[in-house]
């Protein structure tokens, strides 16, 4: 059993990940902004070890050094700005966060003389637009928006930390994922609703923004499950692609949720859901996550589908 300090932890990925590691029979410690309900779930012991709740705000000096001190072995970073719109709107936060408030927690942990394995949860928006096809860890970085810029400073950062010997740092580069309980923030879970809300009006126009790009969707769950592999097995100083290697249409997506919600439907562009660097395609090469740990995706993207459907109607 490892005591497992996972920050941000009721958020979508968060609620996930605890959910997988506590399966697995890891003390988690949940890091949580001060206010915050506790999840119920996480008080049940039938589930798995009881998780330990830590309110803190991560650009609170205090807090960090609270955290330090928790006896993590290890450490998923999940605690960020995650909507691309949200870091649109407020940039300069976004990079406080994103990138200043990775760098001061693992300081923190540096400071209290502590050296847990951290993996940081980047994204495979730093590669930006220009690939056709998988990407792999190798390939230049170009990001084209706050939230982007954001995670590759935090990247280059945390590098340097890793390779001052302080705080063994694995970063991986997350692509899109989805599944049940995700907000509607994001592009399918924002389909599914339209579509489900087109339906009980008898309506057959929906209102989407640009469905042309391609991206590499995973199963949330899936992804749980390679953040903590790649806690066990991953390669401090390295970099991998969480990834499926394979793209979905955005168009295409719409038509499958419309067939699962049973609603006749047709988008309608709307330019107030239009990104303004929208990357064309993204697809991840996940071969060295895989070489390195077996991972294999569980959930096809048609189930991810069903189970997000499954989920907004309860």
């Not at 996972?6 to 988690?28: P, S």
């Not at 996480?42 to 798995?48: H, I, L, P, Y």
């Not at 650009?59 to 960090?64: E, M, N």
């Not at 064309?280 to 740990?293: M, S, Y």
């Amino acid at each position: 059993m490892t005591r497992l300090l996972v920050t941000g932890a009721d958020g979508f990925v968060g609620r996930h990940l605890v959910r997988t590691a506590r399966a697995d029979g890891h003390q988690v410690i949940a890091a949580v902004l001060p206010g915050t309900s506790p999840i119920p779930e996480w008080t049940d012991a039938a589930v798995g070890p009881i998780v330990e709740v830590v309110r803190a705000d991560l650009t609170r000096p205090a807090d960090l050094d609270r955290l330090a001190r928790v006896g993590a072995e290890a450490i998923v970073h999940l605690a960020a700005i995650a909507s691309g719109a949200a870091a649109r709107h407020d940039p300069a936060g976004a990079m406080q966060v994103n990138s200043v408030g990775s760098l001061q927690l693992l300081q923190a942990f540096a400071a209290a003389g502590e050296r847990p394995r951290l993996l940081f949860v980047s994204t495979g928006e730093v590669y930006g637009p220009g690939h056709d096809g998988p990407i792999p860890e190798s390939a230049p970085l170009n990001p084209v928006s706050p939230y982007a810029e954001s995670k590759r400073a935090a990247e280059a950062a945390l590098a340097e930390v890793d390779g001052e010997g302080r705080v063994p740092t694995i970063i991986v580069r997350a692509f899109p994922h989805s599944g049940p309980g995700q907000s509607a923030a994001y592009v399918l879970p924002a389909l599914a609703a339209r579509l489900r809300a087109a339906k009980a009006a008898g309506d057959h126009a929906v209102t989407a923004g640009n469905l042309d790009p391609v991206r590499d969707f995973l199963d949330v769950r899936d992804v749980a499950r390679a953040y903590l592999v790649l806690l066990d097995r991953g390669v401090a100083g390295e970099v991998y692609n969480v990834a499926s290697g394979t793209g979905q249409r955005l168009r295409d997506c719409f038509d499958r949720l419309a067939e699962l919600i049973g609603v006749e439907a047709r988008p309608t562009q709307d330019p107030a859901l239009m990104r303004p660097a929208d990357i064309p395609v993204l697809i991840g090469d996940p071969r060295k996550l895989r070489a390195a740990t077996d991972w294999t995706p569980q959930y096809s993207f048609d189930q991810t589908l069903q189970d997000l459907v499954d989920a907004q109607a309860h």
